[in-house]
């Protein structure tokens, strides 16, 4: 099982996620210049965060051009797990492989805090190691990342929301909703549950001394490598 | 008093660079071929709506705004009113 952790310019997460694959969960991956990026070499993929491209024009809005968006879709077809983190969720909602969009922030200034998500949906491949309801907590980085979809692209994937903001007790309430999201949307998956994107940073969550609340961020690594094992 | 619609861009002089438009143009436009389009310029757009009696006085109320708060850096960007 090989897995992939793709780098834009401007990527600058790409060996924190690399570490906890290689180094807490001893598994094979690389990083992979996107441009070289090809689909049947790897048996997933992990967008990490950052600024692509300088989060010109858009955040992601640039990256979603790359030709590894292609191979992500051949990546797809097979049902392969990828994820989003952050960028990387910017970059799969502007490339269509998520829906919504990812807006400014309401409060208009660049959020660094540790926050409480409940998962909504663990029949992905990223959170089947949670339990429907359960409340964890990672940290999130970014300036645009208020989730925002119109009522009837809602009503589409109300099936499709992975992760809320919430408070500590798991109650989704608007003052523990960082970034003005949509109904406190923090991650989503695609309709086969094998892409998510999400804003929040597993991967800063992934180990004891960084985390209060280990394992949250690594139990979507480890779910991702169950979801591999049953799919092979 | 009637409303009008005030538009209002900001752009860097030409002499600052524009690393957006920049990247923009050499990653995204001339990538996908489109080898006709030699300078993608990016700024900032402003819709005011404006009460006022006539067009001339709309006018004046944005640009005693966009003076008086220093909406715009008169160093770096230029600007291009237009008024419906």
């Known amino acids: ?63 979603a051009h790359s030709p590894s968006v292609k191979q992500l879709e051949l990546m797809d077809d097979d049902c392969k797990p ?24 309401s409060t208009l200034t660049f959020i660094c805090k540790w926050v409480h998500l409940r998962v909504e949906k663990t029949d992905t491949a990223f959170t089947n190691l949670f339990k429907t309801g359960q409340v964890v907590k990672m940290p999130i980085a970014h300036k645009e990342g208020r989730f925002f979809a119109d009522e009837r692209t809602l009503k589409r994937i109300s099936e499709r929301i992975v992760l809320r903001y919430c408070d500590e007790n798991g109650r989704v309430t608007e003052e523990y909703n960082p970034n003005g ?23 800063r969550a992934s180990e004891k001394i960084l985390s209060g609340n280990f394992p949250d961020g690594l139990l979507m690594f480890k779910s991702m490598l169950k979801w591999m094992r049953e799919n092979e | 008093m009637k409303k009008f619609r005030v538009e209002v861009i900001l752009k860097c002089k030409r002499a600052a660079r524009d690393p957006e438009g920049e990247t923009i143009r050499e990653n995204l436009l001339l990538v996908h071929g489109f080898k006709n389009v030699e300078s993608i310029r990016t700024g900032k757009y402003l819709e005011f709506i404006v009460k006022a009696n006539d067009v001339e006085e709309a006018m004046k109320e944005v640009y005693r705004a966009l003076n008086e708060l220093r909406i715009f850096n008169p160093v770096i960007h230029e600007l291009k009113v237009s008024v419906e």
């Open chain 1, 82 to 105: 990828i994820l989003g983190i952050c960028n990387g969720f910017q970059i799969l909602v502007e490339a269509g492989l998520l829906p919504g969009a990812l807006l400014l922030n």
């Open chain 1, 1 to 63: 099982m090989k897995v992939a952790v793709l780098k834009f310019p401007g990527t600058n997460c790409d060996e924190d996620v690399l570490h906890v694959l290689r180094n807490v969960l001893k598994v094979d991956a690389n990083i992979v210049w996107h441009e070289h990026f090809k689909a049947d070499s790897f048996d997933a993929a992990i967008l990490p965060g950052g600024f692509s491209y300088g989060d010109y024009l858009r955040a992601g809005a640039i990256a």
């Open chain 1, 181 to 203: 999201s949509t109904e406190n949307i923090a991650g989503i998956c695609d309709k086969d549950g094998n892409i998510v994107g999400l804003m929040p940073h597993p991967e």
